[in-house]
């Protein structure tokens, strides 16, 4: 028997093994196998049972790793189809996406050899030899050689270790690394049938007998709860026949957070959602593929919809898979989940819980048992079984875009995982994406609308500020202009609470005319240029256009040219400085990076702990919190000026999402946006709410521009430790894809825009350029990206293919 091994290695190939005949019986698609790969042992993935083997001579599997399968072939298809997509390695995306912490490896092992180190010997070792054997003296247990590497701080002493090893002064064995996730068990106490005559029983026997009599079976854990110390007795117990001790595997899943928001458990749908809900579940019950956009404004009640149609799944005994953009966005929609569906139903996955809790909640939905995956970008993975719903809330986030490793969207992953499992998708948002919204234009998605708030609140008065008219006492822009300054008081006054939005996304500062507000804009591909202080340049992070800094404005020749920009740890302070007495949070990455800060935040907005919240772009979606009747936009144009062409598109949707947290109660909402550029047409837009007569302005730029829908793209990441050798690197890539953009089979379907140094030019010690590829045939897209890739694969150099990207920094 043979069988297809995915190992998570960068390479496109699996690997053909033999199975030996014992192990023939535990082989299935979606286990985990130890297999040898040259002289490590390694986990791999079975693919399937090929008929034939790749090459003459076959390696024997190690060892099956799993009693049931951690994904089934419906999934592998789906696994599959990402990985082409997104050019990535095929085991690679599989060890990004199944459960952490559970793999195994072999690794070598360095140790001492016991034994002296003469003078003579150590005068002829090398500088990085000595330094090891200085390292390993202090480990007499030794070291992984990984971890010794690190230690030593050489890039290479993999030769030394062989060389110390050969003359017998160091030990090297290899050793398999033992996973740090494991199923985890409880052993429990059950009574067995036996003669009360013919045995004496102590007091405290008898009474843990009685106990286990009404309760059929317990813990020993329990039991310790509630009788103390029991293991003697236990013991004793058992000896006699009357109890059997056994043990049975534990389920591990996150903490109940705190339960937010009011309780809406007799919630009774409108006409509008009740049309809504009505559809999806006509689309779930054909068994058909059936894409929608729910186009709701903020405040009209989608996530009512989406419960509706998931109580429809569970009736027909179906799965559902719920998606949000953020972690800071489960608390309150899990209180609302649990006040309205069975608990054990319920699986939650995303980054902020443990590996452990990830790894028992993946099994139980592989296994049919919880049968609802709510969770951020990666839970479009989960091994759901009979799915049925795919539900995308907030579907035009950025957010659903995976910058590293695995360059995925979940959104556009969870209308493929749809299409392939015939089952319903839901793209819900109150500011679909351009694409989604274009989609449902062509027909592609059947379009619902949700156009009032529930009980049809208003939506709240929008007041746009000029910030070129606000100066301090010093005649430059403040923090806040005077207009949001009184409304956060007079919100204080009454008791109601305020958020304070600053989008730090991309760069803190930007650079324009603080006269009349003009941006310098790139003349060949209309995105924002990026200021280089070092060399007094503007540069277009597309195409590498670049000018120097004029210093009259080329608009209306002020020459008050600046860069504007401020961070939320100053926007505290000067809130806390002009309003002493308010009680201040801060929402960043910064705050809330120990687990179960977000849920204490949000819980102490929903008890009106806080008076004003400060928050990035986590606080601007999908929250309901009735007290709230102001918020602030510190700077819309933050979001405008970063070197992008979806910067519009991004404004007018932060401006409309957060405005949406305002007056969702019994009191009329108030939203203040600050903006050097109050004429801009994605403000107009949002101040208005008017998302149609957006869509009518950008679609047209998109069109004349050649941007997408129309066009698709693909950017090339390049990366590498020296500055010069990237730049050159990335330049001859340019070049390397230009004729081959030529080859017969892309046709010249294909345009290279660039090399260009990235916005952010270094990460963590690496230099960055990128070539973006553009062109309406995604094959073609593909196929040169991919001879690039290959062309390229032994330079050295780092490079990154992300399809479709949104992240352009």
Same mark, same amino acid.
């Given at each position: 028997?043979?069988?297809?091994?995915?190992?998570?290695?960068?390479?496109?190939?699996?690997?053909?093994?033999?199975?030996?005949?014992?192990?023939?019986?535990?082989?299935?698609?979606?286990?985990? *196998?130890?297999?040898?790969?040259?002289?490590?042992?390694?986990?791999?993935?079975?693919?399937?049972?090929?008929?034939?083997?790749?090459?003459?001579?076959?390696?024997?599997?190690?060892?099956?790793?799993?009693?049931?399968?951690?994904?089934?072939?419906?999934?592998?298809?789906?696994?599959?189809?990402?990985?082409?997509?997104?050019?990535?390695?095929?085991?690679?995306?599989?060890?990004? !996406?199944?459960?952490?912490? %559970?793999?195994?490896?072999?690794?070598?092992?360095?140790?001492?050899?016991?034994?002296?180190?003469?003078?003579?010997?150590?005068? #002829?070792?090398?500088?990085?030899?000595?330094?090891?054997?200085?390292?390993?003296? #202090?480990?007499?247990?030794?070291?992984?050689?990984?971890?010794?590497?690190?230690?030593?701080?050489?890039?290479? &002493?993999?030769?030394?270790?062989?060389?110390?090893?050969?003359?017998?002064?160091?030990?090297?064995?290899?050793?398999?690394?033992?996973?740090?996730?494991?199923?985890?068990?409880?052993?429990?106490?059950?009574?067995?049938?036996?003669?009360?005559?013919?045995?004496?029983?102590?007091?405290?026997?008898?009474?843990?007998?009685?106990?286990?009599?009404?309760?059929?079976?317990?813990?020993?854990?329990?039991?310790?709860?509630?009788?103390?110390?029991?293991?003697?007795?236990?013991?004793?117990?058992?000896?006699?026949?009357?109890?059997?001790?056994?043990?049975?595997?534990?389920?591990?899943?996150?903490?109940?957070?705190?339960?937010?928001?009011?309780?809406?458990?007799?919630?009774?749908?409108?006409?509008?959602?009740?049309?809504? *809900?009505?559809?999806? !579940?006509?689309?779930?019950?054909?068994?058909?593929?059936?894409?929608?956009?729910?186009?709701?404004?903020?405040?009209?009640?989608?996530?009512?919809?989406?419960?509706?149609?998931?109580?429809?799944?569970?009736?027909?005994?179906?799965?559902?898979?719920?998606?949000?953009?953020?972690?800071?966005?489960?608390?309150?929609?899990?209180?609302?989940?649990?006040?309205?569906?069975?608990?054990?139903?319920?699986?939650?996955?995303?980054?902020?819980?443990?590996?452990?809790?990830?790894?028992?909640?993946?099994?139980?939905?592989?296994?049919?048992?919880?049968?609802?995956?709510?969770?951020?970008?990666?839970?479009?993975?989960?091994?759901?079984? #009979?799915?049925?719903?795919? !539900?995308?809330?907030?579907?035009?986030?950025?957010? $659903?875009?995976?910058?590293?490793?695995?360059?995925?969207?979940?959104?556009?992953?969870?209308? @493929?995982?749809?299409?392939?499992?015939?089952?319903?998708?839901?793209?819900?948002?109150?500011?679909?994406?351009?694409?989604?919204?274009? #989609?449902?234009?062509? =027909?592609?998605?059947?379009?619902?609308?949700?156009?009032?708030?529930?009980?049809?609140?208003?939506?709240?008065?929008?007041?746009?500020?000029?910030?070129?008219?606000?100066?301090?006492?010093?005649?430059?822009?403040? %923090?806040?202009?005077?207009?949001?300054?009184?409304?956060?008081?007079?919100?204080?006054?009454?008791?109601?609470?305020?958020?304070?939005?600053?989008?730090?996304?991309?760069?803190?500062?930007?650079?324009?005319?603080?006269?009349?507000?003009?941006?310098?804009?790139?003349?060949?591909?209309?995105?924002?240029?990026?200021?280089?202080?070092?060399?007094?340049?503007?540069?277009?992070?597309?195409?590498?256009?670049?000018?120097?800094?004029?210093?009259?404005?080329?608009?209306?020749?002020?020459?008050?040219?600046?860069? $504007?920009?401020?961070?939320?740890?100053?926007?505290?302070?000067?809130?806390?400085?002009?309003?002493?007495?308010?009680?201040?949070?801060?929402?960043?990455?910064?705050?809330?990076? =120990?687990?179960?800060?977000?849920?204490?935040?949000?819980?102490?907005?929903?008890?009106?702990?806080?008076?004003?919240? &400060?928050?990035?772009?986590?606080?601007? =979606?999908?929250?309901?919190?009735?007290?709230?009747?102001?918020?602030?936009?510190?700077?819309?144009?933050?979001?405008?000026?970063?070197?992008?062409?979806?910067?519009?598109?991004?404004?007018?949707?932060?401006?409309?999402?957060?405005?949406?947290?305002?007056?969702?109660?019994?009191?009329?909402?108030?939203?203040?946006?600050?903006?050097?550029?109050?004429?801009?047409?994605?403000?107009?837009?949002?101040?208005?709410?008017?998302?149609?007569?957006?869509?009518?302005?950008?679609?047209?730029?998109?069109?004349?521009?050649?941007?997408?829908?129309?066009?698709?793209?693909?950017?090339?990441?390049?990366?590498?430790?020296?500055?010069?050798?990237?730049?050159?690197?990335?330049?001859?890539?340019?070049?390397?894809?230009?004729?081959?953009?030529?080859?017969?089979?892309?046709?010249? =379907?294909?345009? @290279?825009?660039?090399?260009?140094? *990235?916005?952010?030019?270094?990460?963590?010690?690496?230099?960055?350029?990128?070539?973006?590829?553009?062109?309406?045939? %995604?094959?073609?897209?593909?196929?040169?990206?991919?001879?690039?890739?290959?062309?390229?694969?032994?330079?050295?150099?780092?490079?990154?293919?992300?399809?479709?990207?949104?992240?352009?920094?």
């Amino acid at each position: 028997m043979l069988v297809s091994v995915a190992i998570n290695i960068p390479s496109e190939k699996t690997f053909t093994y033999s199975v030996p005949s014992e192990l023939e019986q535990e082989i299935a698609v979606g286990k985990r *196998a130890l297999v040898p790969l040259g002289n490590r042992k390694m986990t791999g993935y079975i693919l399937g049972s090929p008929e034939v083997a790749d090459r003459e001579e076959t390696r024997d599997i190690i060892e099956v790793l799993d009693m049931a399968p951690l994904f089934n072939e419906d999934d592998l298809r789906f696994y599959k189809w990402t990985s082409d997509y997104y050019i990535h390695y095929p085991g690679a995306l599989l060890g990004n !996406i199944l459960p952490g912490g %559970i793999d195994i490896e072999s690794c070598m092992w360095a140790a001492p050899a016991g034994v002296n180190v003469k003078d003579t010997v150590a005068n #002829n070792l090398s500088p990085v030899q000595r330094r090891i054997i200085d390292v390993l003296e #202090n480990h007499p247990e030794g070291l992984p050689a990984a971890r010794l590497k690190k230690a030593v701080g050489a890039k290479q &002493i993999y030769r030394d270790l062989k060389t110390l090893h050969k003359i017998e002064l160091i030990t090297l064995e290899e050793r398999l690394k033992k996973p740090s996730i494991k199923t985890k068990t409880e052993k429990l106490l059950t009574l067995n049938r036996y003669d009360e005559s013919d045995l004496r029983l102590t007091e405290k026997q008898k009474r843990i007998v009685d106990f286990l009599s009404r309760h059929s079976e317990s813990s020993i854990s329990s039991l310790r709860r509630e009788f103390k110390s029991v293991s003697s007795i236990i013991r004793s117990l058992e000896k006699k026949g009357v109890v059997s001790i056994f043990e049975r595997e534990v389920s591990r899943r996150p903490p109940h957070g705190p339960d937010i928001g009011e309780d809406d458990t007799e919630f009774i749908l409108n006409k509008e959602q009740q049309a809504a *809900a009505t559809e999806i !579940i006509r689309g779930i019950l054909s068994e058909k593929f059936s894409p929608y956009l729910l186009h709701g404004i903020t405040g009209s009640g989608k996530t009512e919809v989406y419960i509706d149609a998931i109580k429809e799944v569970l009736r027909l005994n179906g799965s559902a898979i719920f998606l949000v953009p953020e972690i800071a966005l489960t608390p309150q929609l899990l209180s609302r989940f649990n006040r309205r569906l069975e608990d054990n139903e319920i699986a939650v996955l995303h980054s902020g819980i443990s590996k452990r809790a990830r790894y028992d909640q993946w099994r139980k939905i592989q296994s049919g048992e919880t049968r609802i995956v709510v969770g951020a970008r990666s839970a479009i993975f989960a091994p759901v079984r #009979n799915l049925r719903l795919i !539900i995308v809330d907030e579907e035009h986030s950025t957010s $659903y875009k995976q910058d590293d490793r695995v360059q995925y969207n979940a959104r556009d992953l969870a209308v @493929v995982r749809a299409k392939l499992n015939s089952a319903a998708v839901v793209l819900g948002s109150a500011t679909p994406g351009i694409q989604t919204y274009h #989609n449902a234009k062509e =027909k592609r998605y059947r379009y619902l609308s949700l156009p009032v708030r529930v009980g049809n609140k208003p939506l709240p008065q929008v007041d746009i500020i000029d910030m070129r008219e606000e100066k301090d006492e010093r005649g430059n822009p403040p %923090i806040f202009s005077r207009l949001l300054k009184s409304s956060i008081r007079d919100t204080l006054e009454s008791g109601k609470q305020s958020l304070l939005f600053l989008n730090r996304r991309g760069f803190n500062t930007f650079l324009c005319c603080l006269d009349c507000g003009y941006v310098f804009k790139c003349l060949n591909c209309s995105i924002s240029m990026t200021y280089h202080a070092d060399g007094g340049t503007l540069r277009c992070h597309y195409c590498d256009y670049n000018i120097n800094l004029p210093s009259i404005c080329p608009e209306c020749g002020g020459r008050r040219i600046r860069n $504007y920009g401020v961070g939320t740890e100053r926007v505290e302070k000067e809130v806390s400085r002009l309003f002493p007495r308010a009680r201040v949070e801060r929402m960043d990455s910064d705050t809330t990076a =120990k687990k179960g800060v977000y849920e204490k935040l949000l819980k102490a907005l929903d008890t009106g702990d806080i008076d004003i919240l &400060i928050g990035t772009q986590m606080i601007t =979606k999908g929250h309901d919190f009735p007290n709230i009747t102001l918020v602030g936009v510190v700077s819309a144009d933050m979001s405008l000026n970063i070197p992008d062409f979806r910067a519009a598109e991004r404004t007018f949707q932060i401006i409309t999402q957060v405005s949406g947290r305002s007056g969702r109660g019994d009191s009329p909402g108030r939203v203040v946006v600050q903006t050097f550029n109050p004429g801009y047409y994605a403000i107009k837009r949002a101040r208005k709410h008017d998302y149609q007569g957006f869509y009518g302005d950008e679609i047209a730029l998109r069109r004349e521009l050649g941007y997408p829908p129309f066009f698709r793209m693909v950017n090339l990441r390049i990366s590498g430790i020296k500055k010069d050798r990237v730049a050159e690197k990335a330049r001859s890539i340019g070049v390397l894809a230009r004729k081959f953009s030529l080859d017969e089979a892309i046709g010249g =379907k294909v345009g @290279v825009i660039g090399p260009a140094e *990235a916005p952010i030019a270094k990460i963590k010690g690496r230099y960055r350029w990128h070539i973006l590829l553009k062109g309406k045939d %995604i094959k073609a897209l593909h196929t040169l990206a991919g001879n690039i890739l290959w062309e390229t694969r032994r330079d050295g150099f780092d490079i990154k293919v992300d399809v479709d990207p949104v992240n352009f920094m």
